[in-house]
């Protein structure tokens, strides 16, 4: 059974501050994928990615899939940022598996 | 570019009733999955479609079934309901293929009273 796993559970930081959230899975994967979840239940594909690294804008994704470990930094961050970011896990063509989702607060 | 859309957005239901909800995914995309979001158990993934065939289904029991039409657009539908069903439901669509991943629909809140 595939296992995902998100550290820090929740996280308040400062305006500006670098953020980095974590995401370990227990098996292979096919593609590993970061969300971002607003009050209202709204969610938003972020990144999709399979190996390496991607940035768009002042989030980037990063994947290490011998570690079999991602990780989500926020640059500059910004009050708006303030959301439930959750990551997720394929395996070949199933489902996605979900982590329980990091809590982050970004104060002015 | 309309997005992904869901329909109702709220609805309340008692116990033991059945309900549907309709999701109509973004243009041309043929893939269509179903997503159950509580607290206790977070998001699960209920079933995919692709083409009018489901093509994989998470593990809920068969009070929960799902179809896709020739237009892509899904419905699921959950019969029996029970209180634990409260939920919010979300559907995502995907482009086969795609490097983007998925787009989400607002979803669906479900309440069993």
């Known amino acids: 059974k595939n296992e995902v796993e998100q550290s820090p559970q929740n996280l308040t930081a400062q305006e500006g501050e670098f953020i980095t959230i974590n995401c370990s899975y227990s098996?292979?994967?096919?593609?590993l994928h970061w969300l971002q979840q607003h009050p209202g239940g709204g969610i938003v594909s972020l990144f999709m990615l399979s190996s390496g690294k991607k940035k768009h804008g002042r989030l980037i994704a990063t994947i290490n899939i011998q570690e079999k470990h991602s990780s989500l930094h926020i640059t500059a961050s910004h009050p708006r940022d303030s959301a439930v970011y959750i990551c997720a896990v394929q395996i070949g063509a199933d489902g996605l598996t979900f982590g329980k989702g990091t809590h982050l607060i970004i104060q002015p | 570019k309309a997005g992904v859309t869901q329909t109702p957005r709220y609805l309340i239901k008692t116990r033991g009733q059945q309900v549907t909800l309709s999701c109509s995914p973004i243009?041309?995309?043929?893939?269509v999955s179903w997503y159950q979001q509580t607290p206790g158990q977070g998001l699960q993934f209920l079933f995919e479609y692709f083409s009018e065939t489901q093509r994989n289904k998470g593990n809920f029991p068969g009070r929960f079934s799902g179809r896709q039409f020739s237009n892509s657009r899904s419905e699921m539908n959950v019969s029996t309901l029970e209180l634990g069903d409260s939920a919010l439901y979300l559907c995502?669509?995907?482009?086969?293929?795609?490097?983007?991943?998925?787009?989400f629909g607002s979803g669906t809140r479900l309440t069993v009273v």
């Open positions: 243009s041309g995309h043929r893939s």
């Open positions: 098996v292979g994967i096919s593609a």
């Open positions: 995502a669509s995907s482009l086969e293929g795609s490097i983007y991943g998925y787009t």
